[in-house]
């Protein structure tokens, strides 16, 4: 069994997808507000079973912007080696991918609003079975990693 990737995501990771943990959890909340108001108004549920969904989703708030950035962070590695791409990822189930390098046919960079914001960048793979990602990479090693690959791509397909 090969040795696990040895490179980590830019720190600011974590604040990015702090940011949008709490993004996300917008609408489940104001959702969650609906339903308890409804469970307060119209059903004679006591106080406590009313403001349950907006708990549940304030529990799920918090886990998803303090603790799953981090645990999700530190999980998150990757390698480029000269013959295969190797990724780890996962916060309960980790999940390794091997990338020959032979079977990428396209490498592109993306930037959304809040990477842009950051500096950080997502590297983009192209296999016959879809893509494959690195995110949360600064932008210049982004770049780095993005040209690196392409250039062992073309290697492989001299050989």
């Given at each position: 069994?090969?040795?696990?990737?040895?490179?980590?995501?830019?720190?600011?990771?974590?604040?990015?997808?702090?940011?949008?943990?709490?993004?996300?959890?917008?609408?489940?909340?104001?959702?969650?507000?609906?339903?308890?108001?409804?469970?307060?108004?119209?059903?004679?549920?006591?106080?406590?079973?009313?403001?349950?969904?907006?708990?549940?989703?304030?529990?799920?708030?918090?886990?998803?912007?303090?603790?799953?950035?981090?645990?999700?962070?530190?999980?998150?590695?990757?390698?480029?080696?000269?013959?295969?791409?190797?990724?780890?990822?996962?916060?309960?189930?980790?999940?390794?991918?091997?990338?020959?390098?032979?079977?990428?046919?396209?490498?592109?960079?993306?930037?959304?609003?809040?990477?842009?914001?950051?500096?950080?960048?997502?590297?983009?793979?192209?296999?016959?079975?879809?893509?494959?990602?690195?995110?949360?990479l600064s932008t210049p090693i982004a770049a780095e990693a993005?040209?690196?690959?392409?250039?062992?791509?073309?290697?492989?397909?001299?050989?």
């Open positions: 069994m090969k040795d696990e990737p040895s490179e980590r995501l830019d720190p600011r990771a974590k604040v990015v997808w702090r940011i949008s943990g709490a993004l996300n959890t917008l609408p489940l909340l104001a959702g969650a507000g609906f339903a308890s108001f409804v469970l307060l108004r119209w059903v004679e549920v006591s106080v406590l079973v009313g403001i349950l969904p907006v708990l549940a989703v304030l529990a799920l708030a918090v886990f998803s912007v303090f603790v799953a950035p981090g645990l999700r962070w530190r999980r998150w590695r990757y390698e480029i080696r000269p013959d295969e791409v190797d990724l780890q990822r996962g916060v309960w189930w980790v999940s390794r991918t091997l990338v020959p390098l032979a079977r990428i046919q396209h490498v592109d960079t993306r930037q959304g609003p809040l990477q842009r914001r950051y500096g950080l960048s997502t590297v983009v793979f192209h296999t016959a079975a879809g893509p494959n990602q690195i995110p949360e993005r040209d690196r690959i392409a250039d062992l791509t073309r290697e492989q397909d001299e050989l």
